[in-house]
């Protein structure tokens, strides 16, 4: 009787109703949106976060896209132009990290930056003629967002340039980023391309790394030149990691052509996790607000069964 009922309006109002999956109790209170009649999510998927208040529509944000996803279901909270195909800039990088950990040559190998790995764009850490071992490289890339040690990074792998980017397409493919394109590894090419509904899917598999968690959610690194006496110690460019938000994993990005970008899993104050995307953001300090206030939001306004 009350799925006739929900077909009905679903019917009436141009809506899709799909089927229970799973017996659960089914809170039918629904409310105008746009001038559609919109129901809780948990009258059609177990288990997954519901609002506690269906008045609230979000968060006003710059960013031109962005979306707050449930790590346990996958649900998602709230977005902003999710399938809008942009820029990614540093975001790149988390791909390039997968590639590279198909590819380790071994923490402790030893790679000499060369001139060749010199890029423009963001600051300097890592200098032609310098001996690094390719675990500081990692750091590096993740943790500062430095392009030549992603560069000397994708070398290292001992695949050429050309396959280094194949090998990141092949990867979007087989996470399922069809609106996806790579060109190549650092994030300063504006051809490196996605959606929020896809960077979702290759965060969800990065931040499930041990080793891309733990460098992206440190405040700082520090390490030693080989062949040199020099000392360098990186800021983790996320501003978020060691404020009041459990940051667990994240990156951050660049471009003129980008915009201000931000990703993070957070976790909650009842250890609910989620991944939020912010892209295209105004400044620099208000993709950190954004994202912020977007976790905050989605904490305050869901229910975690």
Same mark, same amino acid.
């Given at each position: ?30 409310? #105008? ?14 288990? %997954? ?8 529509? &979000? ?30 800039? #540093? ?11 198909? =590819? ?17 764009? &963001? ?57 996806? =394109?790579?060109? /190549?590894?650092?994030? *300063? ?16 598999? %990065? ?7 733990? %460098? ?5 690194? #520090? ?7 020099? =000392? ?10 060691? #404020? ?12 003129? /052509? ?32 954004? *994202? ?14």
């Amino acid at each position: 009787m009350l799925l006739s009922i929900l077909a009905n309006l679903a019917g009436l109002f141009g809506l899709v109703v799909w089927p229970l999956m799973t017996a659960q109790t089914i809170d039918v209170s629904a409310f #105008s949106e746009n001038g559609q009649i919109v129901f809780l999510e948990r009258a059609y998927r177990a288990g %997954a976060p519901y609002k506690k208040n269906n008045i609230s529509l &979000g968060v006003d944000v710059t960013a031109q896209s962005a979306i707050i996803v449930d790590k346990r279901t996958d649900f998602v909270l709230w977005q902003k132009n999710p399938a809008e195909l942009r820029s990614l800039a #540093s975001l790149t990088k988390l791909m390039s990290a997968l590639v590279f950990l198909d =590819h380790n040559p071994g923490w402790q190998s030893v790679v000499t930056i060369q001139p060749g790995d010199y890029r423009e764009g &963001g600051r300097i850490y890592v200098y032609a003629g310098e001996q690094i071992f390719v675990s500081d490289l990692f750091q590096a890339s993740l943790l500062a967002s430095s392009n030549n040690a992603t560069a000397a990074l994708a070398r290292s792998t001992g695949l050429s340039a050309e396959e280094f980017v194949n090998e990141m397409n092949l990867k979007a493919q087989s996470l399922g980023m069809a609106q996806s =394109h790579f060109v /190549e590894p650092t994030g *300063l090419d504006p051809g490196n391309v996605t959606t929020a509904n896809d960077l979702v899917k290759l965060i969800k598999v %990065a931040f499930a790394q041990a080793e891309i968690a733990s %460098a992206t959610s440190r405040p700082e690194f #520090s390490f030693n030149v080989l062949n040199a006496p020099r =000392h360098y110690t990186l800021t983790n460019t996320n501003q978020l990691v060691g #404020s009041y938000l459990k940051i667990e994993a994240g990156k951050t990005g660049y471009l003129d /052509e980008a915009g201000y970008c931000l990703t993070s899993l957070v976790k909650g104050p009842d250890r609910q996790e989620i991944y939020v995307v912010v892209l295209g953001s105004l400044g620099e300090f208000e993709r950190f607000q954004e *994202l912020k206030a977007l976790a905050q939001w989605a904490f305050d306004h869901y229910y975690w069964p």
